[in-house]
């Protein structure tokens, strides 16, 4: 069974420039949630994806967006980058059952650095 | 909304005792999940242990265990038998039943001397 791979592993942008980052589930989930975490501080709920479509959102601008594809790999996109946005982004898949915790499980994560 | 507050930005152990992490919340669901995760250095956040809101047994997990106190909304990580390998920053979590997103303490970094 393969665990949630992220790419790249780091990135660095300058201010003004878009990134996109990658995730792939790990098989057999259907659910992937990104999560932002500054350093020293907990992840911070980005969004979730659930068969392709936005599934829950956290307070994060349109800047952010995401994508979900059908083999349930995804994409985090942010436009427009600035300085605050430079942060470690985790992805988590999961399979969506209802009535149960859904257990998350993460990716290493994509360090970005905004210059 | 949902918040998740761990007091202790920083605790130390010695190989072999134990330590005890805090964690309050605050929600007004009745059914939710609580969680503890641990992030070693090389990043990847790991499940220790859960907690269902509904039982009121406290989750055990080999040298970790909690101590779940539902009406203080108090969920504290007890780790057992210490070992350097335990040394990692540890996150608090919240997920309502019908919530999509885990919410996150600030952590607590925890270190274990020989």
């Known amino acids: 069974e393969t665990g949630v791979t992220q790419s790249p592993t780091h990135l660095i942008k300058t201010r003004g420039q878009q990134v996109t980052l990658r995730c792939s589930s790990q098989?057999?989930?259907?659910?992937v949630s990104w999560y932002q975490q500054a350093l020293g501080q907990g992840p911070q709920f980005i969004f979730q994806?659930?068969?392709?479509?936005?599934?829950g959102r956290g307070n994060f601008p349109p800047r952010f967006s995401g994508l979900q594809f059908p083999n349930y790999s995804s994409e985090l996109n942010v436009n427009a980058l600035e300085l605050d946005d430079s942060a470690l982004y985790l992805c988590?898949?999961?399979?969506?059952?209802?009535?149960?915790?859904?257990?998350?499980?993460f990716g290493p994560g994509t360090r970005l650095t905004v210059l | 909304a949902q918040t998740v507050t761990q007091s202790q930005p920083e605790m130390s152990v010695q190989e072999a005792e134990t330590v005890t992490l805090s964690c309050t919340y605050d929600t007004s669901e009745s059914d939710y999940y609580l969680f503890w995760y641990k992030q070693p250095p090389s990043r990847q956040m790991i499940l220790v242990i859960r907690?269902?809101?509904?039982?009121?047994q406290n989750a055990t997990e080999n040298r970790f265990s909690v101590n779940f106190q539902k009406a203080a909304k108090s969920f504290s990580l007890k780790i057992s038998d210490s070992q350097l390998g335990d040394a990692a920053m540890y996150f608090c979590a919240y997920k309502g039943q019908a919530g999509t997103a885990l919410i996150f303490g600030k952590g607590t970094t925890l270190s274990v001397s020989s």
């Open positions: 907690q269902e809101a509904y039982k009121q």
């Open positions: 098989s057999g989930h259907n659910t």
């Open positions: 988590a898949s999961s399979t969506r059952l209802a009535q149960s915790y859904n257990e998350q499980f």
């Open positions: 994806y659930y068969r392709e479509e936005e599934n």
